[in-house]
């Protein structure tokens, strides 16, 4: 049973920095590129990052590039996304997911950007 549990979210202020975690577990983590995807009040999913099984791919959405990074561990089944340069509108509802397959995540990690 693939299960992917997010964490990391939280209350920070315009300019400001969080690290989103997300372990997975029930598959081979190893073999699947992974991504981030958000869902911000009110409107659809979206893609922000994503990358490739072994680390030597990474894409980010016109909206994060710059200022977001992901990174994977395989060692320890784990995908993290570090935020940088937080804005009001990266206020979202955050989760991991396959990029094969962004209908399976987690139950997401809240981010809210508020001053």
């Known amino acids: 049973q693939v299960q992917l549990v997010e964490s990391g979210g939280g209350l920070v202020q315009p300019g400001g920095s969080l690290r989103l975690s997300c372990v997975a577990s029930g598959f081979d983590f190893s073999g699947y590129g992974m991504s981030w995807v958000r869902q911000a009040p009110g409107k659809g999913l979206e893609w922000i990052a994503s990358?490739?099984?072994?680390?030597?791919?990474?894409d980010y959405s016109d909206s994060v590039k710059g200022r977001f990074s992901i990174s994977r561990d395989n060692a320890v089944n784990t995908l993290t996304l570090q935020l940088n340069s937080l804005i009001l509108e990266d206020t979202a509802t955050y989760y991991c997911?396959?990029?094969?397959?962004?209908?399976?995540r987690g139950q997401g990690t809240q981010v809210t950007v508020s001053s």
């Open positions: 997911a396959k990029s094969a397959d962004f209908t399976v």
């Open positions: 990358i490739d099984s072994r680390s030597t791919s990474r």
